[in-house]
């Protein structure tokens, strides 16, 4: 059965400082792993990542994967008050049309 | 309207009450997804259909009924739940396929309640 493992469950940092969010997976014929962003109701996408090494931006945030050791990292610098949420890690496998969640991390930034 | 949009937000209902979700996407896609998240777990999900024909349902009970009239819309039928079914209800839509590479977009879901 497929797992996807989010760390660390909860995270409270002040604004300004940077955060990394782990997620580290198990799935049979890896496709594709999603990071989104949950704030009061619709998780919205992140980012996609699909081969290893290959850093995916957008502003302060960032994410890389590792498919050889089996996670990612979703890095935030300069945190704001808007980043706190909770960050949502999923996986696609080959031949499998669904989206497989870790728990989430919930990040909250104290002004 | 954009997105994917989701009526009602907020649902309470009786166990021996029969009530419908609603979702909408106005994206043009053709796969639409429902999920369950419960406090404190991963999100679940529960059906998936691609171009109006179901092609996963995630082991849910029969008193959870979907249908999907066309690409754009789909439903949640609800007959006789349980305390514990009570959750924020998601539905989702894709370009196409997960495995194909597409995203998938979220409505802002249903908090569901069942006394």
């Known amino acids: 059965e497929d797992k996807v493992v989010q760390s660390p469950l909860s995270l409270v940092v002040h604004e300004g400082d940077t955060v990394t969010l782990n997620c580290s997976y198990e799935?049979?014929?890896?496709?594709?792993l999603l990071w989104y962003k949950q704030e009061k109701k619709a998780p919205t996408f992140l980012f996609m990542l699909?081969?290893?090494?290959i850093e995916k931006k957008s502003g302060r945030l960032s994410s890389i994967l590792d498919k050889k050791e089996l996670f990612s990292i979703l890095n935030i610098t300069a945190t704001q008050t808007g980043d706190s949420a909770v960050y949502l890690c999923?996986?696609?496998?080959?031949?499998?049309?669904?989206?497989?969640f870790g728990t989430g991390t919930r990040l909250t930034i104290i002004p | 309207e954009t997105g994917v949009t989701q009526t009602p937000r907020h649902l309470v209902m009786g166990m021996t009450n029969k009530k419908s979700l609603k979702c909408e996407q106005h994206?043009?896609?053709?796969?639409m997804y429902w999920y369950k998240q419960s406090a404190k777990k991963p999100l679940e999900l529960m059906f998936v259909?691609?171009?109006?024909?179901?092609?996963e349902n995630n082991s849910v009970p029969s008193r959870f009924s979907p249908e999907c009239p066309n690409s754009s819309h789909l439903f949640l039928h609800l007959h006789t739940l349980q305390p514990e079914d009570s959750a924020l209800y998601l539905c989702?839509?894709?370009?196409?396929?997960?495995?194909?590479?597409?995203?998938?977009?979220f409505g802002p879901g249903t908090r569901l309640t069942v006394l």
């Open positions: 989702a839509s894709s370009q196409g396929r997960l495995s194909s590479y597409n995203e998938q977009f």
């Open positions: 699909t081969s290893s090494g």
């Open positions: 259909y691609n171009f109006k024909e179901q092609t």
């Open positions: 999923a996986v696609v496998a080959e031949g499998n049309e669904k989206l497989t």
């Open positions: 799935v049979t014929n890896f496709r594709s």
């Open positions: 994206l043009g896609h053709n796969a």
